[in-house]
């Protein structure tokens, strides 16, 4: 099961890492009405129209290989946590650990501090 989830998991990232490249080749819709005009070169490795098309077909082609991994991914996660889980269902369904001691601070043996009361407004006032 392992296995599969890594295998998975390196598809999933060269597909994503493969889309980022794609999209960043593409041309914006701008970018035609500038190559109308005579700016930019309007000539390309597949031509005008081509370009657009294999380009966008690509990126969905692998948009789709990354959603099913991660549907995949998601499905194989959940069935793992399943089995080890004894009871089964939620992790808020379970009840947290009982804590073996109290908390007492970052010195061993030391006893919490106690917060000093706030002094009184009238002496505050009085020292003005």
Same mark, same amino acid.
């Given at each position: 099961?392992?296995?599969?989830? /890594?295998?998975?998991?390196?598809?999933?990232?060269?597909?994503?890492? /493969?889309?980022?490249?794609?999209?960043?080749?593409?041309? =914006?819709? =701008?970018?035609?009405?500038? @190559?109308?005009?005579? +700016? !930019? @070169?309007?000539?390309? #490795?597949?031509? $005008? /129209? =081509? +370009?657009? %098309?294999?380009?966008?077909?690509?990126?969905? *082609?692998?948009?789709?290989?990354?959603?099913?991994?991660? #549907?995949?991914?998601?499905?194989?996660? %959940?069935?793992?946590?399943?089995?080890?889980?004894?009871?089964? =269902?939620?992790?808020?369904?379970?009840?947290?650990?009982? *804590?073996? $001691?109290?908390? /007492? !601070?970052?010195?061993?043996? $030391? $006893? &919490?501090?106690?917060?000093?009361? &706030?002094?009184?407004?009238?002496?505050? @006032?009085? +020292?003005?």
């Amino acid at each position: 099961m392992q296995i599969w989830m /890594t295998l998975i998991l390196a598809v999933q990232l060269l597909s994503a890492l /493969t889309m980022i490249g794609l999209v960043l080749i593409q041309h =914006g819709k =701008g970018a035609d009405m500038g @190559a109308s005009f005579g +700016s !930019g @070169a309007s000539g390309s #490795l597949f031509g $005008a /129209t =081509g +370009s657009a %098309n294999f380009l966008s077909r690509s990126t969905a *082609a692998l948009a789709t290989v990354f959603f099913c991994c991660t #549907l995949a991914l998601a499905y194989l996660s %959940n069935s793992a946590g399943m089995r080890s889980s004894v009871e089964g =269902g939620s992790v808020l369904d379970r009840a947290a650990p009982a *804590a073996s $001691a109290p908390a /007492t !601070g970052a010195i061993p043996g $030391a $006893a &919490p501090m106690q917060i000093p009361a &706030p002094a009184p407004a009238a002496s505050q @006032a009085g +020292s003005r």
